[in-house]
């Protein structure tokens, strides 16, 4: 692969650039009672980065399936360029839109080639009587789908392994296949569902290179992760998901100074929020407990003498130490 130095920020994205690659209006997802996700709209523009992040459930996987055909959404619409997309998955796959899973979803018997070729399938038109008879259209088609493929595994680093079983490749080039594979169908947007759960950094970082040269490419991505520093290292835009709902949207500096944000991840009920009565009761709670314990010091230590003054001042000091200790900001894992 070739992997190109630039950056998100040297390279920034054509924002006012034509009509969107994906306009998501108005989706709403329920199952049942449960609403997982609530009236998000999601546009990715030309040359776009855009990181969909949020807490463990808050509904960024849901919203993938609504856009890619797996989940017909209770509402709204998703447009691919300009045209709403049906609801079928192969179907919005020919339109443009690929995409990876959470969980590695490889053919692990097959080649690391035949898994590429098994993405140029929305790509080739040949009819099953050419394929059967292998008559010269079929074959032309077939030395050209080879030659993508293994421009593919050039590009993604994976062309000295064209051979291996696929079962056989170290995780993080299983995950670099799957992006090889999606990009097999030729699409416009590449949706990418956690790309760096579960590798080191050096491959976190070479899936970054990788991202930064898919979009060089001319393909637009979205894209679902846990990593916030690799996400704010990257997109052009973040939007944030918390409970079903689109909470924040805009520039990783925006998104990341957030007090919404950050009490999302933090667990935090910001002002208004559903659970902010809970939590101002039991911060009521908790001091006046914290007074009671106060006030039972001195009584102590007036009624004890000095010693008793000094064990409570002790114990004052080491709760205090504590507490000082700074909490995880929703930086690196968030879970
Ligand atoms: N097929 C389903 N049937 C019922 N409930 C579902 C289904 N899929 C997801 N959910 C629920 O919808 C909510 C959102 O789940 P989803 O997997 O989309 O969240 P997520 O943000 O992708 O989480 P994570 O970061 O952990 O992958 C969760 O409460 C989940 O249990």
């Not at 039972?296 to 064990?311: P, S, T, V, W, Y």
């Given at each position: 692969?070739?992997?190109?130095?630039?950056?998100?920020?040297?390279?920034?994205?054509?924002?006012?650039?034509?009509?969107?690659?994906?306009?998501?209006?108005?989706?709403?997802m329920?199952?049942?009672?449960?609403?997982a996700v609530?009236?998000?709209?999601?546009?990715?523009?030309?040359?776009?980065?855009?990181?969909?992040?949020?807490?463990?459930?808050?509904g960024?996987?849901?919203f993938?399936?609504?856009?890619?055909?797996?989940?017909?959404?209770?509402?709204?619409?998703?447009?691919?360029?300009?045209?709403?997309?049906?609801?079928?998955?192969?179907?919005?796959?020919?339109?443009?839109?690929?995409?990876?899973?959470?969980?590695?979803?490889?053919?692990?018997?097959?080649?690391?080639?035949?898994?590429?070729?098994?993405?140029?399938?929305?790509?080739?038109?040949?009819?099953?009587?050419?394929?059967?008879?292998?008559?010269?259209?079929?074959?032309?088609?077939?030395?050209?789908?080879?030659?993508?493929?293994?421009?593919?595994?050039?590009?993604?680093?994976?062309?000295?392994?064209?051979?291996?079983?696929?079962?056989?490749?170290?995780?993080?080039?299983?995950?670099?296949?799957?992006?090889?594979?999606?990009?097999?169908?030729?699409?416009?947007?590449?949706?990418?569902?956690?790309?760096?759960?579960?590798?080191?950094?050096?491959?976190?970082?070479?899936?970054?290179?990788?991202?930064?040269?898919?979009?060089?490419?001319?393909?637009?991505?979205?894209?679902?992760?846990?990593?916030?520093?690799?996400?704010?290292?990257?997109?052009?835009?973040?939007?944030?998901?918390?409970?079903g709902?689109?909470?924040?949207?805009?520039?990783?500096?925006?998104?990341?100074?957030?007090?919404?944000?950050?009490?999302?991840?933090?667990?935090?009920?910001?002002?208004?929020?559903?659970?902010?009565?809970?939590?101002?009761?039991?911060?009521?709670?908790?001091?006046?407990?914290?007074?009671?314990?106060?006030?039972?010091?001195?009584?102590?230590?007036?009624?004890?003498?000095?010693?008793?003054?000094?064990?409570?001042?002790?114990?004052?000091?080491?709760?205090?130490?504590?507490?000082?200790?700074?909490?995880?900001?929703?930086?690196?894992?968030?879970?």
């Amino acid at each position: 692969m070739t992997t190109p130095t630039t950056t998100a920020a040297d390279n920034p994205a054509p924002r006012e650039a034509g009509s969107a690659v994906l306009d998501a209006s108005g989706v709403t997802m329920r199952f049942g009672g449960l609403t997982a996700v609530r009236d998000v709209n999601l546009t990715v523009r030309p040359g776009e980065i855009v990181g969909l992040i949020g807490p463990n459930g808050a509904g960024k996987t849901t919203f993938f399936n609504c856009l890619t055909g797996l989940y017909i959404p209770t509402e709204g619409t998703v447009s691919y360029k300009g045209t709403v997309l049906p609801h079928r998955s192969h179907l919005v796959t020919q339109a443009g839109i690929a995409r990876t899973f959470q969980n590695i979803r490889l053919f692990a018997n097959m080649t690391v080639l035949e898994n590429v070729l098994v993405g140029r399938h929305t790509r080739t038109h040949e009819g099953l009587f050419s394929a059967l008879v292998r008559g010269p259209g079929f074959r032309r088609a077939e030395r050209h789908s080879e030659d993508r493929a293994m421009e593919l595994l050039r590009f993604t680093g994976l062309a000295d392994k064209r051979d291996h079983l696929a079962r056989n490749l170290p995780y993080g080039e299983q995950r670099k296949l799957e992006i090889a594979r999606a990009l097999a169908s030729e699409p416009g947007l590449l949706l990418l569902d956690e790309p760096t759960a579960g590798m080191t950094a050096v491959e976190t970082t070479a899936t970054r290179e990788l991202v930064l040269a898919i979009r060089e490419q001319g393909t637009a991505v979205l894209v679902i992760e846990h990593d916030m520093r690799f996400i704010f290292n990257l997109c052009d835009r973040v939007a944030v998901l918390v409970q079903g709902q689109k909470l924040v949207e805009g520039t990783p500096d925006i998104v990341q100074n957030d007090d919404r944000v950050i009490a999302a991840y933090l667990g935090t009920p910001f002002e208004g929020e559903p659970g902010e009565a809970e939590a101002a009761e039991v911060r009521a709670a908790e001091e006046a407990e914290a007074r009671a314990a106060e006030e039972g010091g001195i009584r102590a230590a007036e009624e004890g003498g000095i010693r008793a003054a000094e064990e409570t001042e002790a114990a004052t000091t080491s709760q205090s130490a504590q507490a000082d200790q700074p909490a995880d900001a929703p930086e690196g894992k968030a879970d």
